[in-house]
T-cell receptor, first 118, second 112 residues
Framework: GAVVSQHPSRVICKSGTSVKIECRSL??????MFWYRQFPKQSLMLMAT?????????EQGVEKDKFLINHASLTLSTLTVTSAHPEDSSFYIC??????????????FGPGTRLLVL | LAKTTQPISMDSYEGQEVNITCSHN???????ITWYQQFPSQGPRFIIQ???TKVTNEVASLFIPADRKSSTLSLPRVSLSDTAVYYC?????????????FGAGTQVVVTP
């Protein structure tokens, strides 16, 4: 089956620094990737939709200048948390929709990245 | 996107069948119903998807009544490893979409 990887799996950083999280589709091409955030004991919250070669679309309430998304190729999307603060500590998950597959049908999720900001 | 409602939690014993019902009263004609499973500190995993009637795979069955306003995920003979959160999602397959809105999910706890 289709595999999506994320790197790093967990990261600890100091407040004020920036952190980059990579999301890769390993055996398929993804025109669209999605970024979610999940706080403990809560559900996944969609942050943004990332389309290859174009600007990301952010959900209401998500700061685009703080969460920079780049989708430079059909297999890679990156999320950069700029000037991270302790409240940004969360579990970040990406998902990818395979090129040619109809949207809304099967999406493949990455294993997630645990971010802890001290 | 249609809103979904699921029980917050369900408890079961090993070997029993677990049925989780999801309500989606505002489901649209072209919406599909998808179920995901999530273990702690992992990304969601696709379980099953359907449009109407019954769908079965090696993991679960999905029952969808004629009015499609609800659906039931059936997990046969659960084991301890089936302890997870299960999410029911409804979304259309058109290319202009693709966004998935996760509800609270159902925490299933399987005990010996």
């Amino acid at each position: 089956g289709a595999v999506v990887s994320q790197h790093p799996s967990r990261v600890i950083c100091k407040s004020g620094t920036s952190v980059k999280i990579e999301c890769r589709s390993l055996d398929f091409q993804a025109t669209t990737m999605f970024w979610y955030r999940q706080f403990p004991k809560q559900s996944l919250m969609l942050m943004a939709t990332s389309n290859e070669g174009s600007k990301a679309t952010y959900e209401q309430g998500v700061e685009k200048d703080k969460f920079l998304i780049n989708h430079a190729s059909l297999t890679l999307s990156t999320l950069t948390v700029t000037s991270a603060h302790p409240e940004d500590s969360s579990f970040y998950i990406c998902s990818a929709r395979e090129l040619g597959r109809l949207a809304g049908l099967t999406q493949y999720f990455g294993p997630g990245t645990r971010l802890l900001v001290l | 996107l249609a809103k979904t409602t699921q029980p917050i939690s369900m408890d079961s014993y090993e070997g029993q069948e677990v049925n989780i019902t999801c309500s989606h009263n505002n489901i649209a004609t072209n919406d599909y119903i998808t179920w995901y499973q999530q273990f702690p500190s992992q990304g969601p995993r696709f379980i099953i998807q359907g449009y109407k009637t019954k769908v079965t795979n090696e993991v679960a069955s999905l029952f969808i009544p004629a009015d499609r306003k609800s659906s039931t995920l059936s997990l046969p003979r659960v084991s301890l490893s089936d302890t997870a959160v299960y999410y029911c999602l409804v979304a259309p397959p058109t290319d202009s979409w693709g966004k998935l809105q996760f509800g609270a999910g159902t925490q299933v706890v399987v005990t010996p």
